[in-house]
C-alpha cells in the first residue's frame, strides 16, 4: 500500500535551519509530482512548495522563497525540503503529498515544526 513518511521536524530558533524528508514506498516515486504542505491550528493545509517527476521544475509559496528549498532523489524515493530563515510563522505539522492527476491525493501522517524563542 502507499506510504508516505515525514522526518526532521523539530523546535528550532528563529533565523535557525531544518531539513525535512519523506520517504514513499509502495508506488513508482519517479513517476509523480510530490509537495509539501503545511498546516496551523486553525487555517487552512497551505502549499508550501511543488517537485516535479524529474526534480527540473519547482514551485513556492511566496512566503517560503528565497528560504526553502526542495529537492528529491528518486533512487531513493525520497523527497526533502531544506529551511533556512526560519520564522515564527514557518510553525506548523509539515506534510508530505502525492499528487494524481492534478489532485493532491495521498498524505503522510506529518512532522511538527515549532520556530520558537
Known amino acids: 500500500q502507499v506510504q508516505l513518511v515525514e522526518s526532521g521536524g523539530d523546535l528550532v530558533q528563529p533565523g535557525g535551519s531544518l531539513r525535512l524528508s519523506c520517504v514513499g514506498s509502495g508506488f513508482t516515486f519517479s513517476q509523480y509530482i510530490m509537495s509539501w504542505y503545511r498546516q496551523v491550528p486553525g487555517k487552512e493545509r497551505e502549499l508550501v512548495a511543488r517537485?516535479?517527476?524529474?526534480?527540473?521544475?519547482?514551485n513556492y509559496a511566496d512566503s517560503v522563497k528565497g528560504r526553502f528549498t526542495i529537492s528529491r532523489d528518486n533512487a531513493k524515493n525520497m523527497m526533502y525540503l531544506q529551511m533556512n530563515s526560519l520564522k515564527p510563522e514557518d510553525t506548523g505539522v509539515y506534510y508530505c503529498?502525492?499528487?494524481?492527476?492534478?489532485?493532491?491525493?495521498?498524505w503522510g501522517q506529518g512532522t511538527q515544526v515549532t520556530v520558537s524563542s
Open positions: 503529498v502525492r499528487r494524481i492527476s492534478g489532485y493532491d491525493r495521498d
Open positions: 517537485i516535479s517527476v524529474g526534480g527540473t521544475v519547482t
